[in-house]
Structure formats: structure tokens, C-alpha cells
């Protein structure tokens, strides 16, 4: 018993080293092919109607991870199969707390592409796969219906299989897919958003509510998006690419 207790201890720095150890980086060609991947699970319409169910999980996961930190009560995430979704918090209905909660979701997708191209440069791979899978794990505690239930679930079960059963350079790979599928999926949005607004539509969105809370014209907050989704795609790419 005390060798196996010794052995187990004896493995923890091991298992340290090779979750927050740095791991080297995949060729360049490697690069652009998660890019070039990324790109097709964005721009065509027919696979981003699937594909963006991932950025609707980062976009409450946003909402959901802004409302803790500044001391709301959030009691909800709902995720449906139109690639809606509905984060429920309590508190305060005004002040800087519920504003950025409701400026965390559209900037959540890049914000978080943008720390994960960052971890990447610095070459920590399998910490960026472990840090997304936990973050999903903690997510799926507040989801509140079976389609959002599922999502969750199967996301976060590929994240861990890839962590745990797939050699350095398919983890090389998926990460650098996935961060690049953050980034440029981030900025789709924030266009869509615009082009429902022109039409007269979508005029509960989360510009529109930010709009009321601030008395800043919504116009404002979705420039606001814009900028950040396309800056953090513009600095994300720089460092994936090690430019």
C-alpha cells in the first residue's frame, strides 16, 4: 500500500510537467491547415448552421463566466439548436456588473481565441486542451436543457479524448484547429447580428440591451464587437502563425 501511495506521488510531478510543460510547436504547414480547416467550418453557410453551436457555447459561457466574477447569481445557461442561447443571472438589472455581463458574450469567442493563440505561442498545448476541457466540465454544472446538456457534453468529451488518447501531434493539431475556429468564428457574428439589425430584427440583442443599460447608441456596442473580434483575430493569427 505505501508503494503505491509512493508511486503515485512520484508521478505527480510527471503528470505536472506534462500538462504545464511546454510541448513544441507543429510545423507551419500544420498552421495553415487548421486555418484553412477552420475557415471551412466558418464561411460556408451549410456548416456553420452546425459548427456555430461551438461559439454559442463560448458566447454564454461568457455571459455566465462575467456574471460570477462580478457578483451576480447565475442561476442558467440554455443552448438550442437554432444556435440561440439564453444565460439567466440575478442581481442588480443596472450597474457595471450587469453591463459586462451582457458585453461578455459576442466578445467571449475571440477574447478566448485570442488567450488560447497566446498559451499556443508559448508552446503550452496540453495545458490549453485540459484548461478548455475544465471550462466545459464547469459549464455544463449551470445548463439547464437536454440539447444544451448534450452539446456541452460531446464538445468537452472530444476535448478530453483528444487530451488523453491521441499522440502530441494530433493535440498539436486539434488545439491550433480549435483556436483558429475561435477566432474566426468570432467575428461572423457580430456581422450577423448587424444584418439582422438593418432589417429590423434582433432588437433585444445583447447591443440593444447594453444600449439601454449605458444610453450608448447600440450602433456603438456592435462597433465595439467588431473591434474586438477582428483585432483579436488579426494579434491571434500573428502568434499562431509566429509572425
Not at 12 to 25: I, M, R, T
Request: charged fraction near 10%.
Amino acid at each position: 500500500m505505501d508503494s503505491l501511495a509512493s508511486t503515485s506521488l512520484s508521478s505527480l510531478p510527471d503528470l505536472w510537467d506534462e500538462v504545464f510543460g511546454s510541448q513544441p510547436d507543429p510545423a507551419l504547414w500544420v498552421v495553415i491547415a487548421t486555418m484553412v480547416a477552420a475557415l471551412a467550418l466558418v464561411v460556408p453557410h451549410s456548416l456553420w448552421r452546425i459548427s456555430r453551436n461551438a461559439i454559442t457555447i463560448a458566447h454564454e459561457g461568457g455571459h455566465g463566466l462575467v456574471a460570477l466574477v462580478t457578483g451576480r447569481t447565475l442561476t442558467g445557461i440554455r443552448l438550442h439548436s437554432d444556435t440561440s442561447g439564453l444565460t439567466v443571472s440575478r442581481g442588480k438589472p443596472y450597474g457595471l456588473g450587469m453591463i459586462l455581463t451582457a458585453a461578455a458574450g459576442y466578445t467571449a469567442p475571440p477574447l478566448l481565441g485570442l488567450g488560447g493563440a497566446a498559451l499556443l505561442a508559448a508552446g503550452h498545448i496540453t495545458a490549453l486542451l485540459w484548461l478548455a476541457t475544465a471550462l466545459l466540465v464547469s459549464m455544463l454544472v449551470m445548463i439547464r436543457n437536454a440539447y444544451g446538456a448534450l452539446t456541452v457534453l460531446l464538445t468537452g468529451g472530444t476535448f478530453l479524448a483528444v487530451s488523453w488518447l491521441t499522440g502530441p501531434q494530433v493535440q498539436a493539431a486539434f488545439a491550433y484547429a480549435a483556436v483558429w475556429f475561435l477566432l474566426l468564428g468570432g467575428v461572423r457574428p457580430a456581422f450577423e447580428l448587424q444584418a439582422k439589425r438593418s432589417r429590423a430584427g434582433a432588437r433585444d440583442s445583447d447591443a440593444d440591451q447594453l444600449a439601454r443599460l449605458t444610453n450608448v447608441p447600440a450602433g456603438l456596442w456592435l462597433f465595439l464587437f467588431h473591434a474586438v473580434s477582428l483585432c483579436s483575430l488579426m494579434g491571434g493569427g500573428r502568434w499562431l502563425l509566429q509572425m
